[in-house]
């Protein structure tokens, strides 16, 4: 029997340390020992065997053939996988996602933690996961943003097939009332100041001159899309930096703190807390005592897990 491969971010990679960028990956996935997060939406797709995941507040196996889109700011585990798995996907940060001509009750929900499965797949997406995989890490600016935008296409028709949306927590429903068609171009606004900007002091008046609206608009507008207020999402920009930061040998918590845009140790400590559940202390401490994970599978260099 082959023995069980834990995983371990690749840190030099960058996927957490740079949630404003896609990142892509096409691997066999090793199971994670505790659930992460980072603030990007997740797209898994099932090139052969099946994982399961423990959501917050549900469980999901997807199978071969499988596609699924996810909201990666709230912690999930890959608990468990086929011998022979081999999955695909990336991880979409919000200015792309919310330039998607998705049903806006879907955006919505996957925002409050819905997972959405279509079975709706064929040969030609285990061929196409493959290339943008490949144009991503390529090197050549060119090709990286046809990927994004192939990949982008290819979510979009969802709408058209069978597709099924998991609960996520108890808390999920629809944000969506009082929104129009206006709304999502003003999200993809504030997405572009927050990725740019996340790690510098900034606050909700800054965040709406930018997007050139009034700060009440702007944190009503971005609070029915996502779920979430301004502050949360720069929060969680930031946690999802400093959780890389604090993955490297030399990560001082104190300074890892500053880098990610905290303004103090106290600040840091009590969002960190919130969302892992552990201080950055413990949390550095038991990302070291994982067991280290492979390089390669099948002659590809393996990419950053879910």
């Known amino acids: 029997m082959t ?3 834990y995983y371990e971010p690749d840190v030099k990679n960058g996927v957490e340390r740079l949630p404003t960028v896609l990142s892509m990956f096409h691997a066999s996935p090793p199971v994670m020992l505790a659930p992460h997060w980072h603030a990007q939406v997740e797209v898994n797709y099932i090139v052969r065997g099946w994982v399961h995941y423990r959501m917050s507040g549900h469980e999901v196996r997807f199978n071969e053939g499988d596609m699924a889109l996810f909201w990666g700011g709230l912690p999930h585990q890959l608990d468990d996988a086929a011998e022979d798995v081999v999955y695909a996907g990336g991880h979409l940060p919000l200015v792309h996602f919310f330039r998607l001509r998705l049903p806006q009750d879907v955006q919505s929900k996957l925002m409050q933690g819905a ?3 279509s079975q709706a797949t064929d040969a030609s997406d285990t061929f196409n996961f493959a290339r943008w995989n490949d144009y991503a890490r390529s090197g050549d600016p060119m090709k990286a943003g046809i990927a994004v935008d192939e990949l982008l296409l290819r979510i979009e028709r969802v709408r058209f097939d069978a597709y099924k949306l998991l609960p996520g927590p108890a808390n999920v429903v629809s944000v969506v009332d009082g929104l129009d068609h206006h709304s999502s171009p003003i999200v993809v606004r504030i997405c572009d100041f927050i990725a740019d900007n996340f790690r510098e002091e900034i606050d909700s008046a800054d ?18 899309s996502t779920g979430m207020t301004l502050n949360d999402y720069v929060n969680l920009m930031r946690l999802s930096y400093a959780q890389a930061l604090l993955m490297q040998e030399e990560a001082n918590v104190l300074q890892v703190a500053m880098d990610s845009g905290f303004g103090s140790l106290s600040a840091f400590n009590k969002s960190f807390r919130k969302i ?11 990302v070291r005592r994982r067991p280290p994970a492979p390089v390669t599978v099948n002659g590809r260099t393996n990419g950053p897990m879910n």
Not at 207 to 224: G, S
Not at 276 to 286: E, I, K, V
Request: proline content about 6%; charged content about 30%.
């Open 276 to 286: 892992a559940g552990m201080s950055p202390t413990d949390f550095r401490r038991d």
């Open 207 to 224: 965040i709406a001159q930018a997007a050139d609206i009034h700060p009440k608009y702007a944190m009503n507008v971005f609070k029915k």
């Open 3 to 5: 023995e069980r491969v």
């Open 115 to 117: 997972t959405l499965i």
